[in-house]
T-cell receptor
Framework: DAEITQSPRHKITETGRQVTLACHQT?????MFWYRQDLGHGLRLIHY???????NKGEVSDGYSVSRSNTEDLPLTLESAASSQTSVYFC?????????????FGPGTRLTVL | AQTVTQSQPEMSVQEAETVTLSCTYD???????LFWYKQPPSRQMILVIR??????QNATENRFSVNFQKAAKSFSLKISDSQLGDAAMYFC????????FGQGTRLTINP
């Protein structure tokens, strides 16, 4: 069955380190998204991609970057981790960018920055 | 800016009874889509139901149904015959181009 996976599921790192969170989907979806989830804020969009080599900033993109070299993967990089980036991170994908299209979510990565 | 508001941080219901979760949104768009997602303790976000704004008929999925009031910008979720497995965080979301989430409602099912 097609799925979307994230790794690692849990990560503890130190302030200032570079961290990369992986997202891999086998739906063959064009669109992929990264969100962070914090108490009281629901999910907020960090970056998104509508296809290979396409990336776009979301609502809370500062301190994060993404690259899309193939259809299946959209890794999220924290260039210099900060304590404010402690959060749960979700990757999602959808077949198209149409508003009708449902986004399917991965299981999440809990990141702690000490 | 589009916003989604869930005014009930927590709700509880007796098993087998019916519960309604509230959601309101703010938009100037006329064509958009609304979703309810469920997030159990496993943290996986699971689509429960979705509604197209151009459709007057309320969406239903088994025990889950919505009450969509476009003029009032309201989109509530009704869960009938509540089951223990329904216990989770529930998020309302709105989408024109990007998906915008509410803050969530934690639903507890009392046996």
């Amino acid at each position: 069955d097609a799925e979307i996976t994230q790794s690692p599921r849990h990560k503890i790192t130190e302030t200032g380190r570079q961290v990369t969170l992986a997202c891999h989907q086998t739906w063959n979806h064009n669109n992929m998204f990264w969100y962070r989830q914090d108490l009281g804020h629901g999910l907020r969009l960090i970056h998104y991609s509508y296809g290979v080599h396409d990336t776009n900033k979301g609502e809370v993109s500062d301190g994060y970057s993404v690259s899309r070299s193939n259809t299946e993967d959209l890794p999220l990089t924290l260039e210099s981790a900060a304590s404010s980036q402690t959060s749960v991170y979700f990757c999602a994908s959808s077949e198209s960018s149409a508003s009708t299209d449902t986004q399917y979510f991965g299981p999440g990565t809990r990141l702690t920055v000490l | 800016a589009q916003t989604v508001t869930q005014s009930q941080p927590e709700m509880s219901v007796q098993e087998a009874e019916t519960v309604t979760l509230s959601c309101t949104y703010d938009t100037s768009e006329s064509d958009y889509y609304l979703f309810w997602y469920k997030q159990p303790p496993s943290r996986q976000m699971i689509l429960v139901i979705r509604q197209e704004a151009y459709k007057q008929q309320n969406a239903t999925e088994n025990r889950f149904s919505v009450n969509f009031q476009k003029a009032a910008k309201s989109f509530s979720l009704k869960i009938s015959d509540s089951q223990l497995g329904d216990a989770a965080m529930y998020f309302c979301a709105y989408r024109v181009q990007k998906l915008v989430f509410g803050q969530g409602t934690r639903l507890t099912i009392n046996p």
